[in-house]
T-cell receptor, first 115, second 112 residues
Framework: GAVVSQHPSWVICKSGTSVKIECRSL??????MFWYRQFPKQSLMLMAT?????????EQGVEKDKFLINHASLTLSTLTVTSAHPEDSSFYIC???????????FGPGTRLTVT | AQSVTQPDIHITVSEGASLELRCNYS??????LFWYVQSPGQGLQLLLK??????LVQGIKGFEAEFKRSQSSFNLRKPSVHWSDAAEYFC??????????FGIGTKLQVIP
């Protein structure tokens, strides 16, 4: 149980375009979803936290107009990277939790390459 | 602010040997503590967690970790490593409100 999926697993886009990444909780209703970014050989950095039906809370230094997060339902959150640039290339991982649980369930990640 | 230190960036062990991965945290109280494993190009899988109670925690795949408050440590151990354990291991701390801070990770290499 507690499976989280991401789509796509890998995407290449041209500089200046936008790309959307989906995160779905497959067998539970996710009260909260999280988006992380991981640079090569580095740790995960929390980008933002979102609750269903509410605006996302962004971490300091994360541009909310560039990284649009929509938590449309209890099973779906999307991250849209707008006007992508090569420096946005990274591995994006989402996670989800439910209820008062402090445990987060992680998706498999999405590799974004901006050319 | 909370922080996590994993002092070993890369560790190499022989298959069948014992393993200990170090993790130290900084937080004003006792946080929630986690160990995750990440295979190349994959997401994170939870190995074990400590919230309260018994300071020796058993996890999946034969891993265990011991919380030592006096040392602010949460080291991960396995008595006999298998080649399939080669991966990157992340220690993480949650001081509340699901604000998780990850360590930089320890890459484990297993040699036959």
């Amino acid at each position: 149980g507690a499976v989280v999926s991401q789509h796509p697993s890998w995407v290449i886009c041209k500089s200046g375009t936008s790309v959307k990444i989906e995160c779905r909780s497959l067998d539970f209703q996710a009260t909260t979803m999280f988006w992380y970014r991981q640079f090569p050989k580095q740790s995960l950095m929390l980008m933002a936290t979102s609750n269903e039906g509410s605006k996302a809370t962004y971490e300091q230094g994360v541009e909310k107009d560039k990284f649009l997060i929509n938590h449309a339902s209890l099973t779906l959150s999307t991250l849209t990277v707008t006007s992508a640039h090569p420096e946005d290339s990274s591995f994006y991982i989402c996670s989800a939790s439910f209820g008062d649980s402090y445990e987060q369930y992680f998706g498999p990640g999405t590799r974004l390459t901006v050319t | 602010a909370q922080s996590v230190t994993q002092p070993d960036i890369h560790i190499t062990v022989s298959e069948g040997a014992s393993l200990e991965l170090r993790c130290n945290y900084s937080y004003g109280a006792t946080p929630y503590l986690f160990w995750y494993v990440q295979s190349p190009g994959q997401g994170l899988q939870l190995l074990l967690k400590y919230f309260s109670g018994d300071t020796l925690v058993q996890g999946i795949k034969g891993f265990e970790a011991e919380f030592k408050r006096s040392q602010s440590s949460f080291n991960l151990r396995k008595p006999s490593v298998h080649w399939s354990d080669a991966a990157e291991y992340f220690c993480a701390v949650d001081g509340g409100y699901q604000k998780v801070t990850f360590g930089i990770g320890t890459k484990l290499q297993v040699i036959p």
